[in-house]
Structure formats: structure tokens, C-alpha cells
């Protein structure tokens, strides 16, 4: 029995002896001395792993203070690593199957895989994607509720936060379901033709809600008689369609939204533009969107004027013209454009 209290047959050893702070060239030796111990005949390569364990007992807690803060930081670097991946992969996700792929390489880090999913949650739930929200949802089933470690408020009780999560997920996928449904226009139609620098020509039509948007409809009736639209400017915007201005002559004033329940921004539809620095609700009277793709952010903001009923893949096609290399909010080819009523 040595002065610590190990009975170890060795004879008392100081106290130096037992717990020293292991440095990195005393870990490596002993790792080399089990490789030649390894190698060598007889009772010492019988007893190599024996010979090891009493090596690091008898270098006490250092070899595991040495080991394991390396360990801990090697883990943390490769769950960030992971993480940053799959951000970098959900940047370039644009449907369901390519967010399920982000997903794949962090989904065996239990670390960061409680987080790639409420990134993807709140992805989905960006896009009112209810196929990805569908498919997270069964994600979410599979992963221990607890693994987040992070607890929020729910009707005053403390939840974990995946649990809270998951329920929102599948009230917003039961949401991004529904189809918001459009009134019908009864107002007349109008003809819009485009006609670019080259020589092609786009046309399409509009039905307009003159019941439900009576003043931006009278507006746009006043501007097609007086002939503003050869002063019109075509550009793109990020919604597909296009966007049109200079339609405002002296003396034109902004006038307010008009909101109606059924009217809604979807693809397809003829709205106004908020008037620049104007009072909140103020329509420009300069301006309108044609719009290509859905945008409900819109709703109650800008007024519906107008429904397609012709020539929908006209907006789409102007989407995919080529840009200005010097102005990229402009098209390559100039554009005039002409308004009419249909006969």
C-alpha cells in the first residue's frame, strides 16, 4: 500500500507520480509503447493492454483531461461544419425533394439535426409549401422530442420545443393546403399588347372587377381613352409578369386601396402599385403590376383590378426574356405597350 492509498506492488511512488498533467508527448508515447509491446513475443504481448491501463492509471485523470476537451471541440467544429452544409444546400432548395435532400447529410448528427428541421420548418412554412411541410411533419415523428434541449411557453406550460414546433407544422401544412377562392369580374375586358424592339408581339387580357375596385378601374378606363399607355415603361419584377409605369400625367392624384374579401394577389391578376413616400394606402396613379406568380403578401395593400381570362403564358414567357446586362430590373429589348377595351 503506497502514501495515496494504491496497492499497487510497485513500492510507494510520490504523489507526483500519481496525477500529473499528461502532455501531449507523454500520450503519444504511451500510444507508441503499445505498438512495439504489440510486437514483442511472450509475456509482454500477452499483457500489452494490461501494461496500457496501468500506465494511465498510474498518470492518474491526466490522459482524460488531455482526451477529452479534444474530443468535445472536434465534435462541435463537425456539427457546425454539418449545419453550415445544409444551410448552404436549403439556400438552393426550390421544392420539396431538393429540401429533403439538404436534410440527408445532418440528419445521423443528433446535435444539429434538431435545428436543420426547424430551419426547413420555417423554410416550408416561407413558401406555404404544404408538400414539404407534409413531408417534415413525418420528419419530426422520428426525432426524440427532448434532443432540441430547448423549452418554450405553451398555454403558460413549458414545452420542449420540437413538440411545439411540430403541432405549428401541421396547422400551417392544413393552411398552405387551402386555395384561396377568387370572386368572378364583372367588368369589361381589356387588351394589352407588347410589342418588343424586335418585332414580337404579346398580347393579354383582363377582366375587370369593376364592382368590387370601382376606382382603379375608372382610373384605368380614364388612362386607356386618354392614350397614356404609349408613354407606358415595361420592366420585369421578381414575381414574373411586369411591372408598368409613366402612366400619371399633371394633376394626377394618388387614391386609396381598395380592399375586398375574394380579391385576392394571385397569378394572373391585374393590381395598382403603392404610391412612393405616399400616405399608407395611397395607390400610385402612375403605376400597375401584372403579376405572374402568386403574391398574397399583397392582399389588402395594393388593389386587385383585374383577372387574366387570356394569354396567362404571355407572363410567363416575358419572365424568361433576357435581362439588360447593364440595368438587370430591365429587359434586353424595349417594349411598347398599347390598351384597349376587347370588342
Not at 393552411?175 to 404579346?202: H, I, R
Request: with cysteine; charged share 20%; hydrophobic share 40%.
Amino acid at each position: 500500500m503506497n502514501e495515496c492509498g494504491h496497492n499497487l506492488g510497485l513500492g510507494a511512488l510520490p504523489p507526483t507520480a500519481i496525477s500529473p498533467r499528461i502532455e501531449d508527448s507523454q500520450w503519444l508515447a504511451i500510444a507508441e509503447m503499445t505498438a512495439n509491446l504489440d510486437e514483442s513475443p511472450g509475456w509482454l504481448q500477452a499483457n500489452s493492454r494490461f501494461i496500457l491501463i496501468l500506465a494511465i492509471v498510474l498518470l492518474g485523470g491526466g490522459a482524460v483531461s488531455w482526451y477529452m476537451p479534444r474530443a468535445k471541440e472536434k465534435s462541435r467544429r463537425e456539427t457546425w461544419d454539418l449545419y453550415n452544409q445544409f444551410e448552404n444546400a436549403l439556400q438552393e432548395a426550390d421544392n420539396s425533394s431538393s429540401m429533403l435532400t439538404a436534410l440527408i447529410p445532418v440528419s445521423g448528427n443528433k446535435n444539429a439535426y434538431p435545428w436543420a428541421l426547424t430551419k426547413a420548418a420555417a423554410w416550408a412554412a416561407q413558401r406555404q409549401d404544404a408538400e414539404s411541410l407534409q413531408a417534415l411533419q413525418a420528419k419530426f415523428s422520428e426525432v426524440d422530442a427532448s434532443s432540441a434541449k430547448v423549452m418554450v411557453l405553451e398555454n403558460g406550460k413549458p414545452v420542449d420545443m420540437l413538440t411545439a414546433l411540430a403541432k405549428r407544422i401541421s396547422g400551417l401544412g392544413q393552411l398552405a393546403e387551402l386555395e384561396p377562392v377568387m370572386v368572378e369580374p364583372t367588368g369589361p375586358v381589356v387588351v394589352f399588347t407588347l410589342t418588343a424592339s424586335s418585332g414580337e408581339t404579346y398580347d393579354v387580357s383582363y377582366k375587370l372587377f369593376s364592382d368590387h375596385a370601382p376606382l382603379a378601374t375608372a382610373h384605368l378606363l380614364q388612362k386607356i381613352e386618354a392614350g397614356a399607355f404609349e408613354n407606358g415603361v415595361v420592366s420585369p419584377t421578381p414575381q414574373a409578369g411586369f411591372q408598368l409605369e409613366g402612366l400619371a400625367a399633371e394633376g394626377d392624384a394618388p387614391f386609396q386601396v381598395e380592399r375586398v374579401w375574394g380579391c385576392f394577389h394571385a397569378s394572373g391578376t391585374l393590381c395598382t402599385v403603392l404610391e412612393s413616400g405616399g400616405d399608407p394606402g395611397q395607390q400610385s396613379p402612375g403605376k400597375l403590376q401584372f403579376l405572374g406568380a402568386d403574391l398574397y403578401s399583397q392582399d389588402g395593400i395594393t388593389t386587385v383590378i383585374g383577372k387574366v381570362v387570356s394569354g396567362e403564358d404571355v407572363l410567363q414567357t416575358l419572365a424568361d426574356l433576357d435581362r439588360s446586362e447593364d440595368a438587370p430590373n430591365k429587359f434586353a429589348a424595349e417594349f411598347k405597350i398599347s390598351a384597349k377595351l376587347a370588342e
